[in-house]
C-alpha cells in the first residue's frame, strides 16, 4: 500500500495537493492523494460505467443481463426453473448481489420478449412488485433461444475467479437494445434509450440493408398516446411527450385506459388526488378498476366540463409525462453517444456479420461431413479395409489405409489427414456390412445440395438476412403491434384549464385586491394561478398575478380575471386629460402586459379622471347620454354618445375628443351590440383541436349563437357551442357548423330487419344528443349527408345466373320527406346491396346571411405609431347636430 501512496518527483512541492504544512519537518508524514484519487476514481467510474449502467452495443446487454441469459441457458432443458436457482448460478459469473440479479431478472421477465414466465412477476400497469425468486420460475423463449445464442461463434472470457468461462458479448441477431430499452446512471454520465416497436425495427432493419430510409419512434408497453417532435433521434436534447389515454364514458365520467411511460396505475391516482386537494381540478371521486388492462374511472361533479377536465387532468398531473432520452452505449469499451438510428444500423450490420458466420461455420461443417461420407464410401465401396488384415502394427494399418485411398481421393476437396484414417478404422463391421452404396450416395448428394444452398445464401448475403428479419416478423410478430399512438399534440395553457379554486375580493377605495379581502366586495372565482387586471379611477391600468391582498392604487373602477391575446373584450372609456383639459373617448382591447407595470390609459397628464368606463367581453358598443356643466356660452348642456361610431385602437391611444366643457355626469342611455366580425374557427386533424389561429380546416365564422354539428360512426349527431377546450373522437365524421335549416340524410344498416333505410331529418334539439339509427346491435350508419340536395348511387349485388342490375341513382330529397330525428325512416330497397358511393348535390342556392356593419379589433402594434395621431377637433363646431341629439362628429 505504500508503494501506491508515493509521489511523483515532479509534483512533491504542489502545496494543494498534501494535508497538512507543507515544509521540511513534516515531509516525512505528509501522503499525497492526487494519484490515489485520479487513478482509483477513474477506476471506479470506469466500472460502474463499463460493468454496471450502460448496455454494449453489441448485444444490448449490461453485464448483469448477460451473466443472467447464460445461466438460464446452462439451466435450460426445456422445464421451468426457480428464479432463485437462476440468481445462483448467475453468481457463479459474477458476485453480484441476489436482490440486484433478481430484481434484473424480473425486469427483463416483464418485457415478455426473452424469457417466459411462470408465477407472480409484478405488473408493470399497477406497479406491484413480484413475488420473492423463490416462487416464481422462468425459462427461455422461443424466440431466446432462436437469436440470442450460438457458442460457435461466441467469444468466451474467464470469469471473476477463473472457474467458469462467460460470454464477452453474446450473438444477438436482432436490435434488441432497442426493442427493450435501457436506462442506467453511472459516474459522470447516464443513459436512457427508450423501447421501440419489434415489428417496426424489423421493418427498418430490411430498410436499412435495402438502402432505403426509415425512422423508428419509440413504443411504450403502458400504451397511451405520444408527440415525438421533438424526439431528435433519441440523442442527448430530444425530448417526448407521453400522455395516457383518456375517453369520456358519459357526461360525468371520463376513464383513463392506458397511462403514460414510466407511470403506473398508483401513481398516476396520487398525482390525480393531489391536483384535486390542490384545487387545480375537481372531482367527485376516482376508482381504479385495473387488472390485465388499465381502467381508472373519474367521477366528475354535475356542471364540470369533462373536456377542460380532460386539457386539466394533462397540464396538472402525471396524466402526461416529458421524457428526454439520452443515447449512451459501450462499444469497444468506450462510451458512445449516438441516436437510435445509429444503433439500427450498427445492430443490422452486426446480425448481418453474426449470421455470415454462422453460414460459414455450417459451410465448414457440412464440408467436413461430405469429406467424411466420400471417405467411408471409397473405403467400403472399394474394401480397403481388408488391406489392414495383414498389418501388425498401427503405423501399418494407417499406412494401408493410405495406400488404398490414394488412387480414389482425386476428386475430393482436400488432403487426407491422419485423422480422418483413424476416424475410418473406428467405422464397425456391422455397418460395414449393412452399408448401402445408394443410400450413401443419396446421402453426398444431399449434402452437397446443402452445400450448394450455404454458398448461394454467402454470396447473397443481404438477401439472406432481409429474409432472416422476414422470418422473425412472421414468427414472432403476431401479438406486437404498436401499443402507443403517434400524435400532435397541442399546448394546453394551465390558465385556461384550472379549475376556479378561490374568491377574488376587492377595496376600491383603499385600492387592495386579493383572495384574503374576505369582509370587502366579492369580484369573481379565479384560480391561485391567474393573472387579474385591474384600472383605478385616474386612468392607470395594471396586470397582476393573483395574491392573498396586492396594493394596485387607491378609488379602483374595475377588476377581472385577465386573459391573455384576448382580441374580444372590449374597454370603452371616456377620460378627462388633467385636472382641467378635454374630455376624450377611446375603445380598446389588452392583449398583452408586462406583469406588475402600471399603463397608464389617459393621456399620461397629472390630474387625469376616468369618467366612464366598461368592460364589454363580446365588444359591445353602448350608447351613452353625456351632461354638461353651466359654464358660459353653451348652448346645449346634454347629448348622445354612440361608442359604435369609435374604432377599437390599441390601448396606446389618445382617444377622439368628445367635448372641451366640464362633464357633469354620464348616463347609460341604451345597451349596445357587439361590434367585432364573427370570430373565424378552424379544426387542426393533427391535434384534434379548434383554434382561431389559422391552423388546419376553416370551419366558419361564428357569432355567440352559432353552433358546430358533430355526428360519429356510432350515429350520435349532437350540436355544441364553439369552444377551444373542446376534445373531438377519433370516430368522428361530420364536423362543420350548423344551420338549423337545413335538413341532414343519413342512409343506414338496420340490424333486425337487415336492409338499408333513408331518413331526412332536422336537429330539434340542440343541447341533446340523438342517436339517428335503431339501437339493434349489427345496426351502423352507413352514409350521412349534409347537402341541401344530396345525391346516392347504390350497388346492387350480382345474383347467381344473372346479369347485375344498373345502378341506382337514389335523389334522397324525393326519396324521402323530412320527419323528427327518431323516425325510423324508409326503406331503401329490398335487393342486396354492394355498395353506397355518394354523388355531387344538385345545386342549391342558401340563402345569403344578412352581414351588419361590423369592424376588425385593431391589433397594438398596429396603432403604437398613433398614439398621439388623435383628432383635434373643435367641439363648437361639433355642435352642428339634428334633432336627435346625436352632438359630435369625429
Request: proline residues 3%.
Amino acid at each position: 500500500m505504500s508503494d501506491d501512496l508515493d509521489t511523483n518527483e515532479e509534483q512533491k512541492n504542489e502545496g494543494p495537493d498534501y494535508l497538512g504544512v507543507n515544509d521540511d519537518t513534516s515531509r516525512d508524514t505528509i501522503k499525497k492523494v492526487t494519484g490515489m484519487y485520479r487513478d482509483w476514481f477513474l477506476d471506479y467510474a470506469s466500472y460502474v460505467i463499463l460493468e454496471r449502467a450502460v448496455p454494449a452495443i453489441e448485444d444490448g446487454f449490461k453485464p448483469v443481463q448477460r451473466r443472467i441469459m447464460q445461466s438460464i441457458k446452462d439451466l435450460d432443458d426445456g422445464r421451468y426453473n426457480k428464479v432463485a436457482n437462476i440468481v445462483g448460478h448467475t453468481m457463479q459469473y459474477h458476485p453480484h448481489g441476489d436482490a440486484s440479479i433478481a430484481d434484473a431478472m424480473v425486469q427483463i421477465g416483464q418485457k415478455d420478449l426473452l424469457i417466459d414466465t411462470q408465477g407472480n412477476w409484478g405488473n408493470i400497469l399497477t406497479g406491484d412488485s413480484a413475488a420473492a425468486s423463490r416462487y416464481i420460475e422462468a425459462r427461455l423463449s422461443k424466440f431466446a433461444l432462436d437469436v440470442v445464442y450460438n457458442p460457435k461463434i461466441t467469444t468466451w472470457q474467464a470469469s471473476y475467479d477463473g472457474r467458469r468461462k462467460e460470454p464477452i458479448n453474446l450473438p444477438v441477431k436482432f436490435p434488441l437494445l432497442l426493442n427493450q430499452g435501457g436506462e442506467g446512471i453511472a459516474v459522470g454520465l447516464s443513459t436512457k434509450i427508450l423501447p421501440h416497436n419489434f415489428i417496426e425495427l424489423l421493418d427498418a432493419s430490411v430498410k436499412h440493408l435495402q438502402g432505403k430510409k426509415f425512422e423508428i419512434y419509440p413504443d411504450f408497453p403502458t400504451g397511451g398516446i405520444m408527440d415525438v417532435a421533438n424526439y431528435n433521434d433519441g440523442l442527448r436534447g430530444g425530448k417526448i411527450r407521453s400522455r395516457a389515454r383518456i375517453n369520456q364514458l358519459d357526461k360525468n365520467t371520463l376513464v383513463i385506459t392506458e397511462i403514460p411511460f414510466g407511470t403506473n396505475t398508483s401513481s398516476l391516482i396520487d398525482s390525480i388526488l393531489k391536483a384535486n386537494d390542490k384545487g387545480k381540478i375537481k372531482i367527485k371521486k376516482i376508482e381504479d378498476n385495473t387488472a390485465a388492462e388499465v381502467e381508472i374511472q373519474i367521477h366528475l361533479p354535475s356542471g364540470i366540463s369533462p373536456d377542460k377536465t380532460i386539457d386539466a387532468l394533462y397540464a396538472f398531473t402525471a396524466c402526461e409525462s416529458s421524457i428526454s432520452p439520452l443515447g449512451c452505449v459501450i462499444e469497444n469499451n468506450r462510451p458512445l453517444f449516438i441516436g437510435v438510428s445509429e444503433m439500427l444500423r450498427r445492430s443490422t450490420d452486426r446480425t448481418v456479420e453474426l449470421l455470415k458466420n454462422e453460414l460459414q461455420i455450417q459451410l465448414d461443417e457440412l464440408e467436413e461431413q461430405w469429406h467424411f461420407a466420400s471417405l467411408e464410401r471409397i473405403f467400403i465401396e472399394n474394401r480397403i479395409y481388408r488391406d489392414i488384415e495383414e498389418q501388425e502394427t498401427w503405423e501399418g494399418v494407417i499406412a494401408a489405409i493410405d495406400k488404398g485411398l490414394q488412387p480414389h481421393i482425386k476428386h475430393l476437396k482436400r488432403a487426407v489427414t491422419e485423422e480422418d484414417i483413424v476416424r475410418l478404422t473406428e467405422i464397425r463391421i456391422k455397418r460395414i456390412s449393412k452399408f448401402d452404396i445408394d443410400k450413401a450416395q443419396q446421402k453426398i448428394d444431399s449434402l452437397e445440395e446443402s452445400i450448394a444452398a450455404v454458398k448461394h445464401y454467402l454470396a447473397n448475403l443481404i438477401e439472406y438476412a432481409i429474409n432472416y428479419f422476414k422470418r422473425l416478423k412472421k414468427e414472432y410478430g403476431t401479438g406486437k403491434e404498436r401499443k402507443t399512438e403517434i400524435r400532435t399534440f397541442d399546448d394546453i395553457e394551465a390558465t385556461k384549464v384550472v379549475i376556479r379554486n378561490t374568491k377574488l375580493y376587492v377595496n376600491r377605495e383603499e385600492g387592495f385586491v386579493g383572495t384574503s379581502l374576505k369582509r370587502d366586495e366579492y369580484v369573481t372565482d379565479c384560480s391561485d394561478i391567474d393573472d387579474i387586471i385591474v384600472f383605478t379611477a385616474d386612468g392607470v391600468m395594471m396586470v397582476t398575478k393573483v395574491d392573498a391582498k396586492t396594493f394596485i392604487g387607491k378609488n379602483i373602477i374595475h377588476v377581472a380575471v385577465f386573459k391573455k391575446k384576448d382580441k374580444r373584450t372590449i374597454y370603452n372609456m371616456i377620460y378627462r386629460d388633467g385636472a382641467r383639459g378635454a374630455n376624450y373617448v377611446k375603445r380598446f382591447a389588452v392583449t398583452s402586459t408586462t406583469r406588475d407595470r402600471e399603463y397608464d390609459m389617459s393621456a399620461g397628464t397629472k390630474g387625469s379622471k376616468v369618467l366612464y368606463f366598461t368592460a364589454n367581453q363580446n365588444g359591445e358598443a353602448e350608447v351613452v347620454t353625456v351632461y354638461l356643466r353651466q359654464s358660459g356660452s353653451i348652448k346645449k348642456l346634454k347629448f348622445d354618445l354612440d361608442f359604435a361610431d369609435q374604432l377599437v385602437k390599441g390601448r396606446n391611444s389618445k382617444g377622439n375628443i368628445v367635448t372641451k366643457y366640464t362633464i357633469k355626469k354620464i348616463e347609460l342611455k341604451e345597451k349596445g351590440l357587439s361590434t367585432l366580425k364573427p370570430r373565424k374557427i378552424w379544426f387542426d386533424d393533427s391535434v384534434q383541436r379548434l383554434n382561431v389561429d389559422d391552423r388546419g380546416e376553416l370551419l366558419g365564422e361564428f357569432r355567440k349563437e352559432d353552433r358546430l354539428l358533430i355526428v360519429n360512426q356510432k350515429g350520435v349527431v349532437k350540436t355544441v357551442i364553439p369552444d377551444l377546450a373542446l376534445r373531438f373522437d377519433d370516430d368522428m365524421i361530420v364536423l362543420e357548423k350548423w344551420d338549423p335549416k337545413k335538413p341532414l340524410s343519413a342512409i343506414y344498416w338496420e340490424g333486425e330487419k337487415e336492409l338499408f333505410y333513408v331518413k331526412r331529418f332536422l336537429i330539434e334539439h340542440p343541447d341533446r344528443e340523438e342517436t339517428i339509427i335503431t339501437e339493434h346491435p349489427n345496426s351502423y350508419l352507413e352514409k350521412i349527408f349534409t347537402e341541401y340536395r344530396p345525391m346516392a348511387e347504390v350497388v346492387f349485388a350480382k345474383k347467381r345466373g344473372q346479369d347485375r342490375d344498373e345502378n341506382m341513382e337514389l335523389n334522397l330529397e324525393e326519396f324521402i320527406a323530412i320527419k323528427g330525428v327518431s323516425a325510423m325512416g324508409n326503406q331503401l330497397t329490398k335487393e342486396k346491396v354492394l355498395e353506397i358511393n355518394t354523388m355531387e348535390p344538385l345545386p342549391y342556392e342558401a340563402p345569403a346571411a344578412v352581414e351588419a356593419e361590423q369592424m376588425d379589433v385593431v391589433d397594438e402594434e398596429d396603432v403604437a405609431s398613433n398614439k398621439d395621431n388623435t383628432s383635434q377637433e373643435n367641439p363648437e363646431d361639433n355642435a352642428k347636430t339634428d334633432d336627435g341629439g346625436q352632438g359630435l362628429l369625429f
